[in-house]
C-alpha cells in the first residue's frame, strides 16, 4: 500500500480546488517568458501563499518549461518550519497530494540518502510543512514525469547539505529546487535594503546567510557552496516583497527567484 501524504495547505496557501489552481498557475507562468539563457539545474524561489509569492516563484518556474520531457527528478528543500529536527529530513510517505494530482517520491534516492548520518526520516516534520508543498503544483504544471526527493532542512550545515546535492547531482534528468523567503517582517525600504544585500551574497556564491536574512539560509547556502564548487552560474530573475504584490508595506516578507546554470563544460564533465 502506498502511503500520501495529503494536502496540508491547500484551499490556505493555493487554490485547493484543481481548474482554478492549474488557471492561477497558467498565467503566473505567461506572465514570465523564458529567454535562451540556457537551463537552470538549480532554482530558489519563494513559498509563501500565491497571492504574494507565485509571480516571483513562476519567474525562475518558466525557465523550466522547455525541460518538460528531460527532467524525471526534481530534489526539493526547504526549511523546517513547524517541527525542529537536526539534519535533513526526509518522509516516510511515498507519494505527495495536491488538487493537481500525486507526485511519486523516489524511493531509491532516498534510500541512498538516507545512509548520509545527516539525513533522517520523519513524517511529523513534512506532515504540516508548507514550505515544499507549495512548490510541488508549479512542477506537475511544468514536467511531464517526474519524481521528487523531498528534504525538509532543520539544523545542517552547508557542508552537510552540499554532501546530500553532491550525492544526488545527477545530469540533465535532475532538478535541485530550494524553496526560501527572505527577511521577515520589515518596513518596506528597510526589507529592500536587506534583501537587496543578500541577493548579492548568493550572487557572489558566500554561503553564509543567516536565518534573519534567509528562512532557508541552510538549504540556499548548501547549494552555493555545492554551485560554486561546480562552476554554476547564478542569475537573479526577481526581488520583490509583499508589499509589492498583495500587502501593505508596513511589516513585509522579501521574495527573490534565482536560477542556476551549468556551463557547457561542467555539464559534460
Not at 508589499?243 to 536560477?259: I, K, L, Q, W
Request: negative net charge; glycine residues 6%; hydrophobic residues 45%.
Amino acid at each position: 500500500m502506498i502511503v500520501t501524504r495529503p494536502a496540508a495547505v491547500a484551499g490556505m496557501f493555493y487554490p485547493g480546488e484543481a481548474v482554478q489552481l492549474a488557471t492561477e498557475l497558467r498565467a503566473y507562468l505567461s506572465s514570465s517568458p523564458i529567454d535562451d539563457a540556457g537551463l537552470p539545474k538549480a532554482l530558489i524561489v519563494p513559498h509563501a501563499g500565491y497571492v504574494y509569492s507565485a509571480p516571483i516563484a513562476a519567474a525562475a518556474y518558466a525557465r523550466i518549461a522547455p525541460a518538460r520531457d528531460t527532467i524525471r527528478r526534481v530534489v526539493l528543500l526547504g526549511p523546517a518550519h513547524r517541527v525542529p529536527v537536526r539534519g535533513l529530513a526526509l518522509p516516510a510517505a511515498q507519494a505527495f497530494a495536491t488538487p493537481l494530482g500525486t507526485v511519486t517520491v523516489d524511493t531509491e534516492a532516498v534510500a541512498g540518502a538516507l545512509r548520509l548520518p545527516q539525513v533522517v526520516q520523519s513524517a511529523r516534520v513534512h506532515e504540516q510543512e508548507h514550505s515544499l508543498e507549495v512548490q510541488l503544483p508549479f512542477l506537475q504544471m511544468l514536467l511531464k514525469d517526474f519524481k521528487i526527493v523531498p528534504f525538509a532542512v532543520g539544523d545542517a550545515d552547508a557542508e552537510e547539505v552540499a554532501e546530500v546535492l553532491d550525492l544526488l547531482w545527477g545530469g540533465p534528468e535532475t532538478l535541485i529546487v530550494v524553496s526560501s523567503d527572505l527577511s521577515h517582517y520589515h518596513r518596506y525600504a528597510i526589507a529592500q535594503e536587506i534583501d537587496s544585500a543578500t541577493t548579492q551574497q548568493i550572487l557572489a556564491f558566500k554561503p553564509r546567510l543567516e536565518h534573519e536574512q534567509a528562512c532557508g539560509a541552510n538549504p540556499i547556502n548548501g547549494l552555493l557552496l555545492c554551485a560554486k564548487r561546480r562552476g554554476l552560474k547564478a542569475r537573479l530573475l526577481d526581488l520583490r516583497n509583499s508589499g509589492d504584490t498583495a500587502g501593505d508595506r508596513s511589516r513585509v516578507v522579501g521574495y527573490a527567484a534565482f536560477t542556476f546554470t551549468e556551463d557547457s563544460a561542467h555539464a559534460r564533465s
